[in-house]
């Protein structure tokens, strides 16, 4: 997750044609199994929504499109499950999202 909030705060300027967002595509480029292999493991927990949505923009560009509709997938799915979640138990309040914007720090 590191890694992706580095590139995308690179890429979020310049969507990846400046200097530094060429820098953070390499990097990304250079770590890609590892990358991969996180997602795979991040399997449908906040990491994983937190993941998606740092990567988002260099997906679009190094993924191809069934990889990013699988990703998209997934991440619909959890955002789904955890809204069902929440309006099952409205008397409780939903902690997930606040999970998800501990991480993005």
């Known amino acids: 997750a590191g890694l992706l909030r580095d590139v995308a705060r690179a890429t979020a300027a310049d969507r990846g044609r400046g200097a530094a967002g060429l820098e953070a595509l390499k990097k990304f480029d250079q770590h890609r199994a590892h990358i991969d292999l996180a997602l795979k493991v991040a399997g449908t927990s906040d990491l994983f929504v937190l993941m998606?949505?740092?990567?988002?923009?260099?997906?679009?560009t190094r993924f191809s499109a069934q990889q990013r509709v699988?990703?998209?997938?997934?991440?619909?799915?959890?955002?789904?499950?955890?809204?069902?979640?929440?309006?099952?138990?409205?008397?409780?309040?939903?902690?997930?999202?606040?999970?998800?914007?501990?991480?993005?720090?």
């Open 52 to 60: 998606a949505q740092l990567g988002r923009d260099v997906f679009d």
């Open 70 to 105: 699988d990703i998209y997938e997934r991440l619909l799915g959890v955002l789904m499950a955890a809204r069902k979640a929440s309006t099952a138990l409205a008397k409780e309040p939903f902690t997930g999202t606040t999970r998800i914007v501990r991480l993005l720090r």
